[in-house]
């Protein structure tokens, strides 16, 4: 069920003001990550638990224990502490972080149908280079080929029928995510400042977008994204 609005102890999550209004009501979980709809997510926060929110992001490879040989940030996935929070953490919002390598990450998990643990390389790769299950921690079972796969086809309908739809041109073809992350203290209209997001797929390319003020993951990332890849 796609609302228009969706109140969690009081506080009103919605949609991006630009949501297609055809696709409201019921409509089936790919329309839903195509499109963007915030409210199909947190209207689910009865079936998912902190713990399995948690582990489907570490299958993804977010937070993720990997040495790099250099700094980085794998984002962060932590027990909710209000019934509101844990709704936010369903759309990435809330307390939820993340970085643009982690997100790189996700969508390199989701082309590759595994788990992928992301290295630094200079030059040649050399059979020494190869990533070994030792190059990153988790408990979390792996992504399996087939959640993998459903959210390949997730990540290609955002393109050709969704909300990343300015990539649908390009070829090679692309699978995309945007991404639309409020944050801070709204404006005297209620609004409040975005993140702007948008993750994509080429080949054997994976790459994330991030604006740290934008109107939106499609509207501000989408056109970087798409002199990139174009």
Known sequence: ACKKTLTVDGFEFHNDPGYPKDMTGEITLTEAIANSCNTAMIDQRD????????DAAASLGLEAETDLGIPAFFGDVPEAESETERAAALIGQGKVLASPLAMAT??????????????VVAGGESEDDAPSEEDASSDAEPLSADEA???????????????????????????AKTGTAEYGEPDSKGAYPSHAW?????????????????????????????????
């Open 47 to 54: 079936k998912i638990d902190d713990e399995a929110l948690a």
């Open 106 to 119: 996700v969508a390199a998990s989701v082309a590759a149908g595994e788990t992928v643990s992301p290295r």
């Open 149 to 175: 796969a459903a959210l390949r086809d997730m990540m290609r309908a955002a393109v050709t029928d969704g909300s990343a739809s300015i990539l649908s041109k390009i070829d090679p073809a692309v699978a």
């Open 198 to 230: 948008l993750i994509a797929t080429q080949g054997d390319l994976a790459v994330a977008v991030f604006v740290a003020r934008g109107k939106g993951g499609a509207a501000t990332a989408g056109p970087l994204m798409r002199e990139m890849l174009g």
